[in-house]
């Protein structure tokens, strides 16, 4: 589905308030990027109102089985609990970079506790587009206590190519 920038943060703000969680590169949500060696992350601001978009770049290649390389987005431990036992939709609002794209990336949801998604190879276009993946966040009886993270890997070859991220939601499916 293609929408305008601003509708994007509009749907993200909806998933949020249907008791998902979302994620941009706006002021606000500084503090939960953190970046890795060999990978690139450029913020731009789209308008006066602080929200903008990321291009990743990665250099290196991407090693199956190894889940901390790339762009990471570290969620509040409050979201694995949340959805403890149940299946999770992970999106992204992306599009390959205009200069030097990617023609796919890679994407994990991680719950640092209790398993991952694995690697998801989603494909961009040229406009921003919401490419998701389903995870079935393992059951933890005692609950989750880590913070729960999506890596995201720009350029699985490590050519240093880039994708533009807008934004990053993930919400409950039945």
Same mark, same amino acid.
């Given at each position: ?30 503090? !939960? ?35 901390? !390389? ?8 409050? !979201? ?69 993270? !999506? ?24």
């Amino acid at each position: 589905m293609l929408f305008r920038s601003a509708e994007w943060v509009s749907r993200m703000n909806e998933a949020v308030q249907r008791g998902g969680f979302a994620a941009t590169f706006g002021a606000e949500d500084t503090h !939960v990027w953190k970046i890795d060696e060999n990978h690139q992350l450029e913020r731009f601001r789209l308008t006066d109102a602080g929200f903008g978009f990321a291009r990743i770049s990665s250099s290196v290649a991407l090693t199956p089985g190894i889940v901390h !390389v790339g762009a990471a987005l570290y969620w509040p431990a409050e !979201v694995s609990q949340k959805f403890n036992g149940q299946k999770v939709q992970v999106g992204i609002i992306a599009r390959t970079a205009s200069a030097n794209g990617s023609p796919e990336f890679g994407a994990v949801f991680a719950t640092r506790q209790a398993g991952n998604s694995g690697w998801h190879f989603l494909k961009p276009t040229g406009d921003f587009t919401l490419l998701s993946f389903e995870f079935q966040i393992p059951p933890v009886a005692e609950g989750y206590t880590n913070e729960p993270m !999506v890596m995201i890997h720009a350029d699985p070859k490590g050519a240093g190519r880039a994708i533009e991220v807008l934004g990053v939601m993930v919400r409950a499916v039945p």
